[in-house]
């Protein structure tokens, strides 16, 4: 048993309660995030591959993802700086509700 569940729609369930499109809901909400919005999962920990970022970055990431179950979100330059063993994430696009019509 795989410790993610699969919604057609929602995307994956993170073992903490968190979707995909959760994550991706706060992550491309900031333009400053550079495409493709790349990110691993550590427990409730949200590591966020941010190249070369503002001041600000980090403060407007946390205010938005108020209410998600994170502990925390740490911010990397690349991703080799995610920890390992995750694995990241690059979400272009979430086709799977548009394939199911």
């Known amino acids: 048993m795989t410790p993610y569940s699969t919604f057609r ?9 968190l979707t995909t499109r959760d994550v991706l809901d ?8 550079p495409p ?3 990110y691993a999962l550590d427990g409730h920990l949200l590591h966020v591959v941010a190249g070369k970022h503002d ?3 980090l ?10 179950p994170l502990t925390g979100i740490v911010l990397a330059e690349t991703a080799e700086d995610l920890p390992a063993p995750c694995r ?9 509700f548009e ?3």
């Open 55 to 57: 001041p600000g970055l």
């Open 9 to 17: 729609v929602l995307g994956r369930v993170s073992p903490c309660g």
């Open 88 to 96: 990241p994430r690059a979400d272009l696009l979430e086709l799977s």
């Open 59 to 68: 403060g407007r990431l946390e205010e938005r993802a108020h209410g998600l």
């Open 36 to 38: 493709p919005t790349r």
């Open 99 to 101: 394939r199911g019509l």
């Open 26 to 33: 706060l992550l491309q909400a900031e333009h400053a995030l």
